[in-house]
């Protein structure tokens, strides 16, 4: 515990009003304002661009040098040496797993991937043409219809069976939203597949004909589910943080922070990179389009640009691009006009004073849309695919603020409405 003091002096206050500062293991020091209620004041911050919400020890993100680490392991490193399951562990444990560890948390996850035969049901409810993410919040937060057993939030042995189900079956979920769309049939999981290739199998797959899934794209897959496995107190996970301080179930959470992510301007990027990728349509209009990003008049932004934290490259879109030179080279089509318009896009953007000067790079959302279209997921599950990479995070989030003594969150507010008035009389 620090015994930094920051002082506040309020105009007309005669004593200074002292505010501990507290210090992280890494990151800047936080200036603890727990007390100025008691003394008359709220702090104002929209959008929390100031403001520490937690304390947390899973993911650690320097905005000005490009960082995030996963309980202090590089995510590069991670993209190259781990999976997403033992990311999974990683983020939810806190260390890398054993051999043992490994292996048993991996059948943990590989002997949850069904879903209750009554789920599919569900699915006879919702529209062919309705949005995958449409129905994976109102699947996933309705799975605790299902697992009374496991609801009690203070039973740590709920908490991380609800986490293993929860990272266990959105795979399967994701898959039939897809299936749904298509009107082919819900393929079940199979367990002598690996996480990453039985999500491929259950999207691509059909009964017709022998299971098969390219172990290079199963690879790419696991990849992209790591490197959106966690990213601090973004929007969803704060959502995710929000709505669990109310106690209520695991997968009501989840399905609110899947809510959150389905924004244009969080994890439904993806989606829009790609949409503005198709509108840009040659080379030849790219210009066209940084006006219109760099236009106040314009909505236009360029989507897969900006960060509310990274004012450096995101580290995740330097190992993402190098996966889509890897992927489109392995299908044959490195020569993708996508990937050639993003790539260029990038090049401009990046010698563009505008974006200089805004320190506006590519993040995550940049190029997944265009590894995920070579591997033929269709663009309406590129945020659905996100969500499932995030789960983990989400559900770590989750146990580790309901693991410690935690309040409800309640924020206030600067009130700019009417003063007190009577009701006129009749
Ligand atoms: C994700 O928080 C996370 O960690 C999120 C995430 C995760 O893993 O959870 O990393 C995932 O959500 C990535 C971001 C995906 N979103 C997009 O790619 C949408 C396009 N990006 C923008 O909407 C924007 O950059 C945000 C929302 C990401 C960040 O916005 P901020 O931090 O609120 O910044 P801002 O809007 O105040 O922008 C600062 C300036 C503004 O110009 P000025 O008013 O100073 O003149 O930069 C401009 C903005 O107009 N700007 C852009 C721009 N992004 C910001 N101008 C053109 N194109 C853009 N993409």
Known sequence: MSNKVAKLTLDGSAEPIDLPVLSGTLGPDVVDVGGLTAKGYFTYDPGFMSTAACESAITYIDGGKGVLLHRGYPIDQ???????????????????????????????????????????????????????????????GALSAFYHDALDITNAEHRKLAAHRLIAKIPTLAAMCYKHSIGQ?????????????????????????????????????????????????????????????????????????????????????????????????????????????????????????????????????????????????????????????????????????????????????FYSGIILQAIGIPSSMFTVIFSLGRTPGWISHWNEMISQPYKIGRPRQLYKGSTQRDYPKK
């Open 78 to 140: 991670l993209a190259e040496h781990s999976d997403f399951l033992e990311t999974c562990f990683l983020l939810l444990n806190g260390e890398l797993p054993s051999t043992s560890e490994k292996e048993e948390f991996t059948n943990s996850i590989r002997y949850h991937t069904m879903v209750h035969e009554q789920v599919y049901e569900f699915f006879k409810g919702f529209p062919r043409d309705a949005h995958p993410m449409a129905i994976m919040v109102g699947v996933v």
């Open 185 to 365: 049939p819900f393929m079940y999981p199979r367990n002598d597949f690996s996480y990453s290739e039985n999500f491929l199998h259950m999207m691509f797959n059909t009964p017709c004909e022998e299971a098969k899934v390219s172990p290079i794209l199963a690879k790419a897959m696991d990849v992209i589910f790591l490197l959106h496995a966690d990213h601090e107190q973004n929007a969803s996970t704060s959502t995710v943080r929000l709505a669990g301080s109310t106690g209520t179930n695991p997968y009501a959470c989840i399905s609110s922070g899947i809510a959150a992510l389905w924004g244009p301007a969080h994890g439904g990027a993806n989606e829009a990179v790609l949409n503005m990728l198709y509108e840009i349509e040659d080379e030849s209009r790219i210009e066209e389009f940084i006006a219109r990003a760099k236009d106040k008049n314009d909505p236009f932004r360029l989507m897969g640009f900006g960060h509310r934290v990274y004012k450096n490259f995101d580290p995740r879109a330097k190992v993402m691009r190098k996966i889509c030179d890897e992927v489109l080279d392995d299908l044959g089509v490195e020569n993708d006009p996508l990937f050639r318009i993003a790539r260029r896009l990038e090049k401009i953007a990046l010698e563009d004073e505008y974006f200089i000067e805004r320190k506006l790079y590519p993040n995550v959302d």
